[in-house]
């Protein structure tokens, strides 16, 4: 007993860390293995998504097939990358903060940031109002005069439930990245302590990820080559 | 804590194969593979899952027990999907035995 006293007493106590950790990487691994089985629920979360999605899909494939063709690639696709380089500068603010760089810190997450709102504009101005001006949103006089008109509607009700709570995640994301950034710019996080950046860009790269499945299940259904164009 | 700093090359590396990823994905998608499209879309969406998994998320260099809950969690989704799924498409292989067939109370439309 008193050998750790002796021992507490000579090493510095680390300004991160809480008494109920032995350690900042016992504390740092307690942290990001909490945020996983968070994740894991998200997991599971959207996973019913995906399940309905299967089996509507299975069921009723020349609908979906039918109500994908509607969606335009040429964004999904843009999109796409968009979100891959908002991960990219994400993992890079993380990175600032393991080498100590506060000014590059802000600059990653104001680019994160900037990216996830760019993401949000394609989808609402250019997807979604449009869709709405097509009458393809179901309940706000949905409309469609092709065959299987009625699983073209189901298609579109997974449309926007996957992409409406997937857009939900992003909203939260950026509203956090707010957080860090000012948190980063008063140089709260350090190469000791950055356990807040390193599991919020877990969330982040999680929700990049729910579209990495997102963009070829909505807009890539099979079919697109019958058409020769995604119009 | 000294934490493990991944260089900024390998970071840019991943970023540009997920793109490379993205464009195969689009460009196939308009190729006709048959059955085989949603295959190949899935198996390139599985790959760019595990780049990021692996290299933006640092599993690569996490401990054994946080990859044990990731692996936990996809299990329980693989459950999730395949228990739903054999149970949605077996359900025409078993005759109806007479008497269940219900067709004039069900299907209101």
């Known amino acids: 007993m008193t050998e750790l006293a002796a021992q507490g007493a000579q090493t510095a106590h680390p300004p991160g860390l809480r008494h109920h950790f032995d350690d900042m990487t016992q504390q740092f691994e307690a942290g990001n293995l909490g945020m996983w089985v968070f994740l894991v629920t998200e997991i599971l979360f959207f996973g019913g998504l995906f399940a309905g999605y299967a089996i509507y899909r299975s069921l009723y494939f020349p609908g979906f097939e039918a109500g994908s063709r509607l969606l335009d690639v040429r964004f999904g696709a843009a999109n796409t990358a968009v979100l891959i380089g908002s991960s990219l500068t994400m993992a890079l603010a993380i990175r600032a903060a393991q080498t100590g760089n506060r000014k590059a810190q802000v600059t990653y997450l104001i680019l994160t940031m900037m990216l996830g709102a760019a993401f949000l504009g394609i989808k609402f101005t250019f997807e979604w109002a449009h869709d709405f001006r097509e009458h393809l949103v179901p309940g706000f006089g949905f409309a469609y005069d092709g065959p299987y008109a009625s699983n073209v509607q189901l298609f579109f009700c997974f449309y926007f439930f996957m992409t409406g709570l997937h857009a939900l995640h992003m909203i939260v994301g950026i509203g956090i990245l707010t957080v860090l950034t000012v948190l980063a710019a008063r140089g709260r996080f350090s190469p000791e302590y950055y356990t807040p950046l390193e599991v919020s860009g877990l969330y982040w790269h999680f929700v990049d990820i729910v579209w990495i499945f997102l963009f070829p299940l909505l807009y890539l259904i099979g079919g697109r080559y019958a058409l020769g164009g995604g119009h | ?109």
């Open chain 2, 1 to 109: 804590m000294s934490p493990h700093v991944v260089p900024v090359r390998v970071y840019v590396g991943i970023f540009v194969a997920l793109l490379l990823l993205t464009g195969l994905t689009t460009g196939v998608a308009f190729v006709d593979l048959g059955a085989l499209n949603t295959v190949v879309a899935l198996a390139i969406a599985v790959a760019k899952m595990l780049l990021v998994i692996l290299f933006f998320m640092h599993v690569r260099y996490s401990s054994g027990l946080t990859r044990i809950v990731i692996l936990a969690g996809f299990l329980w989704l693989a459950i999730l999907i395949t228990l739903t799924l054999s149970d949605v498409w077996t359900r025409q292989w078993t005759p109806r035995p007479s008497g269940w067939d219900s067709s004039e109370i069900v299907t209101p439309r």
